[in-house]
């Protein structure tokens, strides 16, 4: 990031009528998008939700709440704007951008971007979830996307997903890149009973141990555990990096995809912005991998982006107290 | 609150396509919201943060890292837009409604509300900080104001204060009122040193030794260890719940005015709506009083309202998320 840009930042803010870092993560946020952008003169921009989804053979082990078909019909949702992220980001003046990373049902439907790379993983109980060439396609898809959502003007990315099944490939994820027990990193996903959690927790052993995935290649673990959708989101945040857009990071299976891009290129911790805390067991454990402490406290459990969505009015806010606050000096207000 | 309405409410939830209560806190703000209104038909509402500002005698004890006239020199950045919560509360479209409960300075300005019950309290470590008919006459006035901004169509209010040294005096409310040690109850405020930081502790000691505020009896606790300020949010909270508004709770000094509305009138306490932790010590033992759970974790410590107006984007997202997701009937998703 731009030091320059974050120092000047940081002088701006300490001259506006308020105690210094009375703003807190606010301000945090306002030196972030700074050494993100290169400059302390910052603007208010234009967001989208990119919510990307595929299908996961895992399901045959009776790990999610919802049937597998749900997948696409909730992307059909997407398009036509009636799911929770439509509704969220719509308020916050964001686009949502469906992907198809992998969905099992052929949709046809031209609002719908495909990069669908197989429908849908294999039972990663039994076998790896993808090859390792299908794992490097849908993270170098989310790449390219990044690069022409950039190229189109968009100046900040959030991370969304849907894909029934997708919090037991993020939880085998989690514990194969950092050596972590099934017991502290799988929760109740869409709301699983518990007799639902044992299997997943037993899928996500059995997982581990049948594939054996190392946990110094991310690409591995990927395609030995993994998901498309979650690659096409590692490959996002990749691609935000590369094209120096801050990307907020939603929920549980965001923060897992933004765990692998920063496995594969470390340089991309930079750019993330943190959103909500969801109660999906492993977030908080995912999270604190990153470094990454979060604003928003909500009790959510959804996906979809719906958490970073709603953080977008944060960043606004970051901006506009830059812009718009008096400084003492303006304002004849005494300094302490 | 109107059990029928929140219940009407839940169930709508519960129709709409995403898991049962993955929305979490937001899920709960809309039955709130019902529950207040009275039906489970709700509007994006029209929003104020009132702000009201006071002086204190006790910055005698050298208890602020801001010199005293920097009250009023605020008072006129918030009535000229230059303020944090300006640009925040601007930000969620929301009015800022400044009062002078109480400053010393004498400020002549049509934009600001009169309500000045006396020109700034005494020192408390040397005896009360206002009569008890003053402190009565405060908490009308923000009774009073709550209902005139009802009449004038406002649909949610939120607390904001000024009042340079309003720290200490809230720290020896919170200790009066809840039993608790000056230790635990005083923080740093707008950032004073660590001998500043002893100082407060030794004021509030003090004040509670000299005064003997009765922990039963929430105007003794006022008018003997309070503030105008801080007495006028409490009748702006009460005045709030009177008038059937949901009242947004920003800070610390806002917590403690929550905390002894209360303890008048507890009633109120359903009509609080929490919004950020702050970074004051007290805080979150105040939060916890009233057992309110923050929405936000910034780190802020400002006051003027901040925090509670970065909360209105998620009333309005609730509120949305109610009135525009669609249904699983009406989008041909499956359930689990």
Redesign the interface.
Known sequence: LDERAMEETRRRLDR???????????EELAVQLAGIAGTSELAVVRKAVVVMAGDHGVCEEGVS???Q??TG??V??FL?G???I???A???GADVVCVDMGIKAQLKDERLISRNVRAGTANIVRGPAMTREEAVRAVEAGIGLAEELAAQGVGVLATGEMGIGNTTPSSAMLAALCGLEPEDVVGRG??VDEAGLVRKREAVASAIRTNRPDSEDPLDVIAKVGGLEIAGLAGLVIGAAANRLPVVIDGFISTVAALVACRLVPAAQAYLIPSHLS?ERGHRLALGQLGL??????????GEG?GAA?CF??L??AV??LN???TFD???????
């Open positions: 506006l009528t308020k105690p210094p870092g009375s703003l807190g993560r606010l709440a919802f049937p078909e749900v019909q909730m059909l949702n036509n009636g799911a929770a439509n509704v969220l719509g308020q916050a869409t709301g109660e402490d979060p604003l928003l406290h909500l009790g959510m459990r959804l719906t709603l009015p944060l606004d806010a506009q107290v718009k606050m008096a303006s304002a004849g207000v005494s300094e302490s």
